[in-house]
């Protein structure tokens, strides 16, 4: 740890200087510490924000996946049985393109206005600012999605037992689309046609989510249970969540270069 | 005194093209370094390199004599880098920005202080502004605010005059006198005429 001493850098013939000099020097190795705690929650913080003040980003997903997802009824008509039968499936698929469609606002809004630098050259660990930023994009793109499935659900007859998994598997499966689609969505910044080219590079690792997904759903419909397809969603977010970051900070990394 | 920041031999290509190569220097406490170069000479290439973002292509940097690759997060923490972008939020106001900005560089800072370093740089009237309604010129000032409440000892700035009034130019040149009078170093480029007082200023060209 390299700790010169910094007090004297302050000018002190400046009333107003001596004031602003009272802010928390870093000096040992505890303060260290609370302060990257602190750092990452200012992060999210201002994540969460300005996705606040910027409600239409985050509703623009939300509808995406409402309207994508009743379309199926429509289009495929009023029948219970098939409908049910293909409720799993539709669902799970259109969250998923619902949440890749919210991975260009990852790094793209902080890489066009100079923010993304700043957290390149902070001293913060990069991996620790990617993981906060994918946690952040969850709760406004992702979370959302998992609350209003239910509902969506019911459009196609789905009985309350299947809506509580579906819920359930969603609340497993989107973290760790966002996280997978951190390392795309990094890959691919700056890129002309990146939205085109994130699709190609995401949704192949997204199969295997989908996959126990909408396998976790279909197997509680037909009576198996759905704690196969849910303990592997759960290893599945417990990997892209160890991995990942560490994948999309060295991406990132070469992008800016 | 040792050499705080001592750079050997660095070199850089764009491309195919050799932008530059056998870049040396070394700073001490109090020294400002003042890069010259016509446009796309590579000041900015070099910059970005000393600050840690773009990856070395020959030659070392050593920081107290260790290399600064070696010590990442900790060199990060000594410097303040601004570059051309502002690092503005727009949807933020100016206190939320630069609150952040510094609790992301390790300095946590109150409110009261960043309205206090806002209003050093002339911005008091925009305080819970949000940055969306700032000019060009005041956007830079709120990355500039920054600047006065930094503990870092080394400053690298990339055209810090640059959309400033005349007002806000001496402000800074004399914060940046007053940052140097207290051993703090500092790496600037700049096309304008300014002369900044301080103890040994150094002059690279980059297309000599």
């Not at chain 1, 409908?83 to 259109?94: D, E, F, H, K, S």
């Not at chain 2, 690092?87 to 109150?110: M, Q, R």
């Not at chain 2, 009237?125 to 010129?137: E, H, K």
Request: proline share 4%; aromatic share 6%; charged share 15%.
């Amino acid at each position: 740890m390299i700790r010169p001493d910094l007090n004297n850098l302050t000018n002190p013939d400046n009333l107003q200087m001596s004031q602003l000099s009272t802010a928390v020097p870093n000096t040992d190795f505890t303060e260290t510490g609370s302060q990257l705690w602190l750092a990452l929650y200012r992060l999210f913080q201002r994540d969460l924000r300005i996705a606040l003040r910027r409600r239409s980003d985050a509703a623009a997903v939300l509808f995406f996946f409402v309207i994508s997802s009743s379309l199926f009824p429509l289009g495929i008509g009023a029948e219970p049985q098939l409908l049910r039968a293909i409720a799993p499936g539709v669902l799970w698929v259109t969250a998923l393109l619902s949440c890749m469609l919210s991975l260009g606002r990852l790094f793209a809004a902080d890489n066009a206005d100079g923010t993304l630098e700043q957290l390149l050259i902070s001293p913060q660990p990069l991996v620790l600012i990617v993981l906060v930023k994918t946690i952040a994009h969850w709760v406004i793109s992702g979370l959302p999605l998992v609350l209003i499935a239910p509902l969506i659900g019911l459009q196609f007859n789905m009985p309350a037992q299947e809506l509580a998994i579906l819920a359930l598997s969603l609340l497993l499966g989107t973290p760790a689309l966002s996280l997978v689609g951190s390392v795309g969505a990094a890959l691919t910044l700056g890129v002309r046609g990146g939205g085109v080219l994130v699709a190609l590079l995401v949704l192949p690792l997204y199969v295997p989510v989908l996959v126990f997904g909408a396998g976790a759903v279909t197997a509680s419909a037909s009576g198996m249970g759905a704690d196969a397809g849910l303990s592997l969603l759960g290893a599945t977010l417990l990997i892209s969540t160890v991995f990942a970051p560490y994948a999309a900070a060295a991406a990132l990394r070469i992008s800016m270069e | 005194m040792g050499n705080m920041l001592e750079a050997i031999n660095l070199q850089c290509t764009r491309g195919e093209r050799l932008l530059f190569k056998d870049v040396s220097f070394a700073l001490h406490g109090g020294d400002l370094l003042h890069l010259n170069g016509a446009n796309g000479s590579g000041k900015t290439s070099l910059l970005r390199t000393l600050c840690g973002l773009s990856r070395l292509q020959g030659g070392s940097i050593l920081w107290r004599g260790e290399n600064i690759q070696d010590l990442r997060e900790d060199y990060c923490a000594q410097v303040v880098y601004i570059g051309h972008q502002a690092g503005v939020k727009d949807d933020l106001t100016t206190t939320e920005n630069l609150c952040f900005s510094s609790a992301l560089a390790g300095v946590p800072i109150s409110q009261d202080q960043a309205n206090a370093a806002l209003s050093m740089v002339g911005l008091e009237d925009y305080v819970d502004r949000p940055a969306r309604a700032l000019s060009q010129g005041q956007k830079r000032r709120v990355a500039l605010a920054r600047l006065w409440v930094s503990r870092s000892p080394l400053w690298i700035l990339d055209e810090p005059f640059t959309a400033l009034d005349k007002k806000a130019s001496a402000l800074l040149k004399e914060r940046i006198e007053s940052f140097l009078a207290g051993i703090g170093m500092v790496i600037l480029t700049t096309h304008q005429e300014i002369d900044i007082n301080a103890r040994s200023i150094q002059h690279v060209r980059l297309d000599a």
